[in-house]
């Protein structure tokens, strides 16, 4: 078994997991505007990447310049790592390759604490990545742990490239958003995946530094 192979059956009585959907996590997470470079990808890839219709064009062409985005306005330095051997726990089917790993540090040649997951959904369809996303959430957890450096809560995303939906997982519960957020709604993911991997700093102070760096 690997993280694509979990159903959420699968992870609730396998890890006694509880899993809540009813939940409003991060309506109140405020924005971080787009930079021009952002802008214009978009602008030149969203119609493309959504014509091809491929998950790779999604990937390539909507999330990957999003999560690149991510890492250059991120409140704290972190590190990016995408389509990466995750192998943490093999014998629980903790194991396979993940789309995205944020980790809240900024060394890029060893992953070390993981404090996001990005997935991108097979075939456009978002619920089913939520139980891949969580079983990486939790090896997140396990790897963490095992690093003695544990990061709570992990944090998830699970992705088509033109909508996104966020989870957060905790004390054994997977807390997955009631809503979902659309690729023009890019500021307001900005804000929401900076505010996953960014600890206590609040969006003003992330604007008053943009600011700063921009006089």
Not at 10 to 16: A, E, G, L
Not at 161 to 177: Q, V
């Amino acid at each position: 078994m690997a993280y694509s192979d979990f159903t959420l059956n699968d992870i609730k009585q396998k890890f006694q997991i509880t899993v809540e959907e009813e939940t409003d996590l991060f309506s109140t997470v405020g924005e971080i505007s787009a930079s021009e470079w952002l802008t214009q990808t978009l602008d030149y890839t969203l119609s493309l990447a959504l014509a091809i219709a491929s998950e790779k064009a999604r990937s390539e062409l909507i999330i990957a310049p999003v999560m690149v985005e991510l890492r250059n306005r991120a409140r704290i330095k972190i590190s990016l790592f995408s389509g990466i051997n995750f192998n943490v726990e093999p014998a629980l089917g903790l194991t396979g390759f993940c789309d995205f790993i944020v980790s809240r540090s900024p060394e890029q040649l060893v992953l070390s604490a993981p404090a996001l997951i990005a997935v991108e959904a097979k075939n456009e369809n978002i619920n089913a990545g939520m139980p891949q996303c969580i079983a990486a959430m939790l090896a997140a957890q396990i790897f963490n742990e095992r690093a003695k450096a544990p990061i709570s809560p992990i944090y998830g995303a699970v992705t088509i490239g033109n909508i996104w939906r966020f989870l957060k997982f905790e004390s054994k519960t997977a807390y997955i958003d009631q809503r979902e957020y659309y690729i023009n709604q890019v500021s307001k993911i900005l804000g929401i995946l900076d505010f996953m991997v960014g600890g206590d700093v609040s969006t003003a102070e992330v604007r008053d530094d943009a600011t700063r760096k921009a006089a």
